[in-house]
């Protein structure tokens, strides 16, 4: 076929590597995008057909009619939480694999730094945006996004239950599932420490507590509203402590408010595990190490990373695609930190 090409002097298209290889056309420049959604199997043979019909790809010529980067904006709130670490390199991963390079911005819960920085990296011209919104963040935030025909996916926390793609854990079954293993220990008075902000993740994790609790007739008024930072876990000790009809037990937000109540807990004589039971959320790596090791719910960071990031390139290629809400299963997992079962009044 290449010879006969030659023969008469036209140029080599795509439509003659689909016919070598076997496939259709769209396949073709998928690979040549190198675009993640064809199998190796079918990206080696397009490879070869190019090979062997001399086709020459122009890239940057593609890139200008495609008007892509190759670059993916990512925003989460807070950096210096192992768990938003875990989920950068989760999206990380799947990028650089995709031919990606992601641009990470750090909103530190505030409105006005998310907005800027969506801003920014539309000037950038990214082809996409993984968003964890920011507490407080509305419908307006994914109106502007699709106003920007801006591919994205909210990971993690969700502005909208029904709008736009997510990926998330389920965060809900995940705190009734440890609430329900404190009670089962003999627990009665269990309270909920952080989440001192109002976003999806918080309103999930309140519904599975309270869930729990009443189901057993216990009172779920126990709730904390601290900062989910290790330092308000920490001073929460004394807190719970001089409560007229203290808590035996603990479900935190997330891990670093458990290791911080861990800590405060250790300041007051009263030992985690033994004395008072303390439970997280997240598993990060940490709390497996810690003393006593954190009875926790694995809620795979990394793995809501790479999903959110695999969405998001098939949201970039075929933009038409129906919305998609993922949402991973939880795991509890018991360690020292809950205890052993105990008679309590």
Same mark, same amino acid.
């Given at each position: 076929?290449?010879?006969?090409?030659?023969?008469?002097?036209?140029?080599?298209?795509?439509?003659?590597?689909?016919?070598?290889?076997?496939?259709?056309?769209?396949?073709?420049?998928?690979?040549?995008?190198?675009?993640?959604?064809?199998?190796?199997?079918?990206?080696?043979?397009?490879?070869?057909?190019?090979?062997?019909?001399?086709?020459?790809?122009?890239?940057?010529?593609?890139?200008?009619?495609?008007?892509?980067?190759?670059?993916?904006?990512?925003?989460?709130?807070?950096?210096?939480?192992?768990?938003?670490?875990?989920?950068?390199?989760?999206?990380?991963? !799947?990028?650089?694999?995709?031919?990606?390079?992601?641009?990470?911005?750090?909103?530190?819960?505030?409105?006005?730094?998310?907005?800027?920085?969506?801003?920014?990296?539309?000037?950038?011209?990214?082809?996409?945006?993984?968003?964890?919104?920011?507490?407080?963040?509305?419908?307006?935030?994914?109106?502007?996004?699709?106003?920007?025909?801006?591919?994205?996916?909210?990971?993690?926390?969700?502005?909208?239950?029904?709008?736009?793609?997510?990926?998330?854990?389920?965060?809900?079954?995940?705190?009734?599932?440890?609430?329900?293993?404190?009670?089962?220990?003999?627990?009665?008075?269990?309270?909920?420490?952080?989440?001192?902000? +109002?976003?999806?993740?918080?309103?999930?994790?309140? !519904?599975?507590?309270?869930? +729990?609790?009443?189901?057993?007739?216990?009172? +779920?008024?126990?709730?904390?509203?601290?900062?989910?930072?290790?330092? $308000?876990?920490?001073?929460?000790?004394?807190?719970?402590? !001089?409560?007229?009809?203290?808590?035996?037990?603990?479900?935190?937000?997330?891990?670093?408010? $458990?290791?911080?109540?861990?800590?405060?807990?250790?300041?007051?004589?009263?030992?985690?595990?033994?004395?008072? +039971?303390?439970?997280?959320?997240?598993?990060?790596?940490?709390?497996?190490?810690?003393?006593?090791?954190?009875?926790?719910?694995?809620?795979?960071?990394?793995?809501?990373?790479?999903?959110?990031?695999?969405?998001?390139?098939?949201?970039?290629?075929?933009?038409?695609?129906?919305?998609?809400?993922?949402?991973?299963?939880? !795991?509890?997992?018991?360690?020292?930190?809950?205890?052993?079962?105990?008679?309590?009044?």
């Amino acid at each position: 076929m290449s010879d006969q090409k030659s023969a008469s002097s036209q140029p080599i298209t795509l439509s003659d590597v689909a016919r070598e290889a076997g496939v259709s056309r769209a396949t073709v420049s998928l690979v040549l995008r190198d675009s993640p959604l064809v199998a190796t199997e079918t990206r080696q043979r397009v490879r070869d057909a190019v090979e062997a019909v001399g086709y020459i790809y122009n890239r940057g010529a593609a890139n200008l009619r495609a008007s892509k980067t190759k670059t993916v904006g990512l925003l989460v709130p807070l950096i210096s939480n192992p768990f938003f670490a875990e989920l950068t390199i989760g999206v990380d991963a !799947k990028l650089d694999a995709a031919g990606y390079v992601s641009f990470l911005a750090n909103t530190g819960e505030s409105i006005e730094r998310q907005a800027r920085f969506l801003r920014r990296m539309r000037e950038q011209s990214v082809d996409g945006i993984v968003i964890c919104p920011v507490a407080g963040s509305t419908r307006d935030v994914l109106n502007q996004l699709d106003a920007w025909h801006m591919p994205y996916v909210q990971a993690l926390r969700y502005v909208s239950a029904r709008d736009g793609d997510y990926v998330g854990a389920d965060y809900e079954l995940g705190v009734e599932q440890v609430t329900e293993h404190l009670i089962r220990l003999g627990h009665r008075r269990i309270a909920l420490v952080g989440g001192d902000r +109002a976003h999806s993740a918080t309103f999930s994790r309140r !519904k599975g507590f309270m869930t +729990a609790m009443r189901r057993h007739d216990l009172p +779920a008024d126990l709730v904390l509203n601290v900062p989910p930072t290790r330092t $308000a876990g920490m001073e929460a000790a004394s807190t719970l402590l !001089k409560m007229e009809n203290p808590p035996t037990g603990a479900v935190c937000f997330n891990d670093v408010v $458990a290791l911080g109540l861990m800590v405060g807990l250790e300041y007051l004589n009263v030992r985690p595990g033994r004395d008072f +039971a303390v439970t997280g959320i997240d598993d990060v790596e940490e709390a497996a190490v810690s003393f006593p090791a954190l009875t926790t719910v694995s809620t795979s960071p990394r793995a809501v990373g790479e999903l959110a990031a695999d969405l998001l390139l098939r949201r970039i290629v075929t933009p038409a695609l129906a919305t998609e809400r993922i949402i991973l299963p939880t !795991k509890l997992i018991v360690r020292g930190s809950s205890g052993v079962g105990r008679d309590v009044d």
